[in-house]
């Protein structure tokens, strides 16, 4: 398996590694049978990530694509950070393998997850946040690592 340069690379120095306390907004996903689990932890203030930190258990991929995750919506407004979608992790880290994109939609998926967390502690009902819920609800950030699921492609 060949991985890019970036991925080698947000792999040995991942950026962002650890949590924040009393986080804004916390989002876990993962799936015990592929064993990749990862965690994100949001500061948040005037609608912007102003912090961002993550804890994954997993493989190369999915080390890096975490700390890509963290590096694309560090500083970002909330509806930047919503748009984030696992195709520009991938663009980001110059490629993944075929069999290692399911990586970077739980990276996704845990980004959406902090993001759903902070908006119900908040009460903040909008569009952003029924976005982010039928997201959360199609995936059900169950992946069956084979062919995960139907937002993976």
């Not at 694509?65 to 663009?91: D, F, Q, R, Y």
């Not at 993944?96 to 994109?101: C, M």
């Amino acid at each position: 398996m060949l991985y890019s340069e970036k991925v080698m690379d947000h792999f040995m120095n991942p950026r962002n590694v650890g949590e924040i306390e009393n986080a804004d907004g916390v989002g876990e996903v993962g799936n015990a049978k592929c064993g990749d689990i990862m965690k994100i932890y949001l500061k948040i203030e005037n609608d912007t990530v102003v912090d961002v930190k993550f804890k994954t258990f997993g493989c190369a991929s999915a080390i890096a694509s975490s700390s890509m995750a963290t590096e694309l919506i560090k500083g970002k407004p909330l509806n930047e950070v919503l748009s984030l979608t696992n195709k520009a992790v991938v663009e980001a880290l110059d490629g993944l393998p075929a069999v290692k994109v399911h990586c970077s939609v739980l990276a996704e998926e845990a980004v959406k997850a902090a993001l759903l967390d902070y908006f119900t502690k908040n009460g903040i009902e909008n569009d952003m946040v029924e976005q982010c819920r039928t997201h959360c609800a199609s995936c059900g950030h169950d992946h069956d690592c084979e062919g995960s699921c139907s937002s993976c492609g």
